[in-house]
Nanobody, 122 residues
Framework: QVQLVESGGGLVQPGGSLRLSCAASGSIFSVDAMGWYRQAPGKQRELVAVITSGGSTNYADSVKGRFTISRDNAKNTVYLQMNSLKPEDTAVYYC????????????????WGQGTQVTVSS
């Protein structure tokens, strides 16, 4: 199995910054794409940013120019640097990873973290 553990959420004022981290652990054979999603109250979960194992990135239009996703492949860790935060960025942020396990190294499965709350408010 693969576990994803997020950290770095919290309360920040509008215009502030936060950095989220997500570390994958367990019986990992390989990790493919990793990403961040978010879900605000009463809304559906949406993609924030994704990064492939090769470093290609994709962002939601609402966060382009403000958020930066990166990863450390040696540590199976993905980061989300969030700058110029707005109240509408308030949500629970979930880490996502596509990975194979030592038990089944040829089939990708999708794993989710437990979520970390980000609140942007004055």
């Amino acid at each position: 199995q693969v576990q994803l553990v997020e950290s770095g959420g919290g309360l920040v004022q509008p215009g502030g910054s936060l950095r989220l981290s997500c570390a994958a652990s367990g019986s990992i054979f390989s990790v493919d794409a990793m990403g961040w999603y978010r879900q605000a109250p009463g809304k559906q979960r949406e993609l924030v940013a994704v990064i492939t194992s090769g470093g290609s990135t994709n962002y939601a239009d609402s966060v382009k120019g403000r958020f930066t996703i990166s990863r450390d492949n040696a540590k199976n860790t993905v980061y989300l640097q969030m700058n110029s935060l707005k109240p509408e960025d308030t949500a629970v942020y979930y880490c996502n990873a596509r990975a194979t396990t030592e038990r089944n190294p040829y089939t990708l499965h999708t794993y989710w973290g437990q979520g970390t709350q980000v609140t942007v408010s004055s």
